[in-house]
T-cell receptor, first 116, second 112 residues
Framework: EAGVTQFPSHSVIEKGQTVTLRCDPI?????LYWYRRVMGKEIKFLLHFVKESKQDESGMPNNRFLAERTGGTYSTLKVQPAELEDSGVYFC??????????????FGPGTRLLVL | GDSVTQMEGPVTLSEEAFLTINCTYT??????LFWYVQYPGEGLQLLLK?????DKGSNKGFEATYRKETTSFHLEKGSVQVSDSAVYFC???????????FGRGTSLIVHP
C-alpha cells in the first residue's frame, strides 16, 4: 500500500513568487493534515481536512496560504506571494479516523521550501 | 499552552552505545505522549506511545516511560545501531485536542 506522498520534494523560489505544494494521502483516509517545520524549530500544525471540508485551520499563519482538497482526495497548499519566513519543511499527514490516541497519523516525507 | 522541550542535538554516538534523548512537557490534564522518528528522506513514523502515567512504550528496542511526577518521557535504547540515525521528535496530544504538539526534534548520528 502506498504511503502519503508529497510533491515536489524540494522547491526554491524567489520572494513574491507563488508555490503550490501537493499531498496525496493514503487511499481511503478521510482526514488530511498539513504541518510546517521552520528550520530547527517545532513542527507546527497548519490545518485539518475531513474529506473536502476544512475542520480546523487555526494554524494557518495568514491569508497568503490557501489550502484546498477538492473531491476529498489529494490536497494542495498554495503560498502566494511567498515571503522569506515561509521557508521550511511542509509535512502532510493522513489518518483513517480522527487522529488521537487510538488513531495513527501517517506522514509524508515533506516538501522542503526555500524562499530567497 | 501545551509545549514539549527536548534536548538539542545533534547527538553523536558510536554503534552499541547507550542512548538517552530527554523530553519534558507542559500540558493541562493528562496528555498522551509520543515519540516519532524521521529517517533520511522519509516521513515521520510513530515509534512508540504511552497514554497514562507510568505506562512504558516500546518498539524496535527503544523505550520511554510516562513520568507524571517529573513531566518527562525520555527515550532510551540500550545499544544503538547505525540504522538508528534519524531525527527523533517528542510529542503530546490531549486536553481535548487531537492535534499533536511537537518538540523541536533531536538529530541522532550513529557512527560504526
Amino acid at each position: 500500500e502506498a504511503g502519503v506522498t508529497q510533491f515536489p520534494s524540494h522547491s526554491v523560489i524567489e520572494k513574491g513568487q507563488t508555490v503550490t505544494l501537493r499531498c496525496d494521502p493514503i487511499s481511503g483516509h478521510d482526514n488530511l493534515y498539513w504541518y510546517r517545520r521552520v528550520m530547527g524549530k517545532e513542527i507546527k500544525f497548519l490545518l485539518h481536512f475531513v474529506k473536502e471540508s476544512k475542520q480546523d485551520e487555526s494554524g494557518m499563519p495568514n491569508n497568503r496560504f490557501l489550502a484546498e482538497r477538492t473531491g476529498g482526495t489529494y490536497s494542495t497548499l498554495k503560498v502566494q506571494p511567498a515571503e522569506l519566513e515561509d521557508s521550511g519543511v511542509y509535512f502532510c499527514a493522513s489518518s483513517l479516523g480522527l487522529a488521537g490516541t487510538q488513531e495513527t497519523q501517517y506522514f509524508g516525507p515533506g516538501t522542503r521550501l526555500l524562499v530567497l | 499552552g501545551d509545549s514539549v522541550t527536548q534536548m538539542e542535538g545533534p547527538v553523536t554516538l558510536s554503534e552499541e552505545a547507550f542512548l538517552t534523548i530527554n523530553c519534558t512537557y507542559t500540558a493541562t490534564g493528562y496528555p498522551s505522549l509520543f515519540w516519532y522518528v524521521q529517517y533520511p528522506g522519509e516521513g515521520l513514523q510513530l515509534l512508540l506511545k504511552a497514554t497514562k502515567a507510568d505506562d512504558k512504550g516500546s518498539n524496535k528496542g527503544f523505550e520511554a516511560t510516562y513520568r507524571k511526577e517529573t513531566t518527562s518521557f525520555h527515550l532510551e535504547k540500550g545499544s544503538v545501531q547505525v540504522s538508528d540515525s534519524a531525527v527523533y521528535f517528542c510529542a503530546l496530544s490531549g486536553g481535548g485536542s487531537y492535534i499533536p504538539t511537537f518538540g523541536r526534534g533531536t538529530s541522532l548520528i550513529v557512527h560504526p
